[in-house]
Every structure is written in structure tokens, then in C-alpha cells.
């Protein structure tokens, strides 16, 4: 295992920062690693603590038999890219309470939140060779109004409600986040709407 002899922030910005991690593995590298956080000290980083919390919630709900996704504009890709409604979590927040505020802000839609066992929807990295961002996934039930009325003015979100045919072309055809596309084979082919739950019921 690798030891971690030096940790320098970077940068200094609100939603991410960047940091360079000085250290050695056990056949002898040196490595002076670079790792985005959502951190902003070095104390916060998952390397100092070790503790997997949820930096953001991603949003698994359905509506009227259909999977609510967002079409949003990522300058990483400039360009679109299929996802499921999401945000981040703030400082003493629970994340299902994250949930239901991020899915109002960004469609319009009201969250009624379902109990799933923890250890599917706890947070897990989503992109581990480069940051330690965590992400949890909230199940539920969408209803109401589509509205970009809560919609932030840095966002460029179009809200889809896709049933099995459309997930299916957006998953041959379109540029779709990995958490998203896993839970978008759940939805194909599962017969009844979170049927896959059914496996990892509360006890």
C-alpha cells in the first residue's frame, strides 16, 4: 500500500479545488499525484479521513411509468449529455432532504423519497483516478409540474421523461453518465418500477 507523505492545496474555489499528493507506493514509485476534491481544506479530503460520505445525491425517480432524466449542457464534453437529476450536498444536509431540494430546483418536480437498504444507495466514487467525489442515489417517485422556474441561471438543463424505447436509443445513441446508464438497464428490464428494490428490502 501506498504512503502519502505530503498533501498541497492547490486552488481555492468553491465547488472544487485541486491538490497535489506527494508519496510513495510499496515497490519504491515516487508519485506527485494531482486529485480534484469538493473538499476546500486538506483535512476535509477523503484521504484524511477515510470516510466515504456523500459530496452530491444523483436522483433516480419515476414519473407516470417514466424515468425523469436531464439533457444538460458539461463544458468538459461541450456538449449534452443524459443524467440523472443531481446536486450537491451542503454542510449538514442529509442527502435524501439534498434529493428532494435538487429535483425541485432543477425540473420542477416534487420527490417522494422511498426507503432502500443503505448499501445501495451510499455513496460511492464515481471517478476515483482522478477525484474523491462521492455520490449517493436516491430513489423515488417524481410528480407534479415540469418547470425551469428553480432552474440556476449557470445551469442549461432540459428535462426528458423517457420510457423503456427512449432509454434504450438514448443509451445507443447519446452521451449518458455511467450512474445513470446502470440504473437505465434496471428500468428496461425490470417489469415493475424499482422491482430491483425488491432484492435489498429493509429487514
Sequence with gaps: MAEINKITKLTDKRFVNLYQVDGVNSKGYESHYLVASRSETVEGLKMTDHKARPD???????????????????????????????????????YHDTAVRELKEETGLDLKVLKADPMIEKACYTSVGMTDEATATVYGYASGEITHRFEEISEEIEVVLADKEECRRILREENVAVICQYQLMHFISDEEPFGFLKDFAIE
Design 56 to 94: 452530491a445525491v444523483a436522483i433516480y425517480s419515476i414519473m407516470d411509468g417514466k424515468v425523469v432524466l436531464i439533457r444538460q449542457y458539461r463544458y468538459p464534453i461541450d456538449g449534452w449529455i443524459y443524467e440523472f437529476p443531481a446536486g450537491l450536498v451542503e454542510n449538514g444536509e442529509d
